[in-house]
């Protein structure tokens, strides 16, 4: 299988960056006589390598190509981290004339091997990611290509098929056991692990199929297969407090009691309300005139209270021992009641 590997097109584009260039390319118009000689080299080899290869794309057509071409890219950006970032031996503004030359490159070149200077951005490490789920994608569907040439002809022995499936599970086994998690639930948010529909760790089953010739055609047979998890990420309380009070409000199947679908930000406004309104009253009470003032009053009506309390216990005693003594002169109109026996 490796043999067929090698003879991929974006396999061959990658081995070819690795090697030494054969003549010396930079642009024109770029000053090296004041760079000291060490540094001077390192730009002319970066720069012969990236005309070189970027001349080499007139050879690829589709998506070939069109990988080949972030690929490229990828190259240049880890160029540029290697001796502007972690070797600290160029700044930026030297670095420029490496930029300058792909400039030149896209103006002067005719379409078929046009390709367009776009610097990730991202990490280093989470670039290389993607770039390595990239090439397996490339490679398997050049595979899937050369298969299904074979797969018309009934007496060739199909050797890509073979290949195909045999580089699937090779790497079905080296993305899924490289302890690594996925870090979104919506597969768009991930730079990483997301290439296209087709080429994905949110999907297993379809990035990873099992092919299979009937009747001289190649078909794809999606087989169950363990998936990657999901990261644990810790809860943010305020979104899982949204989440729920989104959740109480979407239609449900069950029958349940009515509940208050008053929102918890209205219950919440409502009690800061009030224990803002409590706080300011505390403070009115104890520290200003107004609470002097009301202190007095409350005094003054609780003596008030006192006395008509007092007065009306006395007045009520009074009418008491009227109403005994009344009673007592009374006495003289009662009768006996005695049972009568026959």
């Not at 490490?125 to 990239?134: A, D």
């Not at 409000?249 to 349940?256: A, I, K, L, Q, V």
């Amino acid at each position: 299988m490796d043999n067929y590997v090698k003879n991929c097109p974006l396999f061959r584009f990658i081995k070819k960056l690795d090697t030494e260039p054969e003549f010396n390319r930079y642009p024109p118009d770029a000053n090296l006589e004041s760079i000291e000689h060490a540094y001077k080299a390192i730009l002319q080899k970066v720069s012969s390598i990236l005309y070189r290869n970027y001349y080499t794309l007139t050879a690829f057509q589709g998506y070939i190509k069109s990988h080949c071409c972030s690929y490229l890219n990828y190259w240049l950006d880890s160029q540029k981290e290697k001796y502007v970032k972690d070797q600290q031996l160029f700044d930026d503004e030297l670095w420029q004339i490496i930029e300058n030359s792909w400039n030149e490159l896209e103006r002067k070149n005719n379409p078929k091997s046009h390709c367009k200077r776009k610097a990730y951005g991202e990490s280093a490490k989470k670039t290389k990611n993607k770039m390595e789920l990239m090439i397996y994608c490339t490679n398997r569907d050049y595979f899937k290509d050369r298969c299904t040439t074979q797969a018309g002809y009934i007496s060739q022995k199909k050797t890509y098929c073979t290949a195909l499936n045999k580089y699937i599970d090779k790497y079905y086994r080296i993305f899924v056991n490289n302890d690594m998690c996925l870090k979104y639930k919506d597969r768009y948010e991930d730079y990483e692990f997301h290439f296209s529909e087709e080429c994905t760790l949110y999907d297993i089953t379809n990035t990873f199929p099992d092919y299979y010739i009937e009747e001289g055609k190649l078909l794809k047979k999606k087989t169950p297969k363990k998936s990657i998890s999901q990261c644990e990420i810790a809860p943010n309380p305020t979104h899982d407090l949204k989440n729920l009070y989104v959740q109480s409000h979407e239609p449900s199947n069950e029958e349940s009691p009515p509940l208050n679908d008053a929102p918890w930000e209205s219950v919440l406004y409502v009690g800061l309300t009030l224990m803002g309104f409590l706080s300011f009253s505390v403070i009115l009470h104890k520290y200003t005139p107004i609470g002097s003032l009301l202190r007095s009053f409350i005094t003054k009506k609780r003596e008030i209270n006192r006395y008509i309390d007092e007065d009306g216990e006395k007045q009520l005693l009074e009418y008491s021992s009227d109403f005994i003594d009344n009673n007592s002169e009374n006495t003289q109109y009662n009768f006996s009641y005695q049972h009568l026996q026959n």
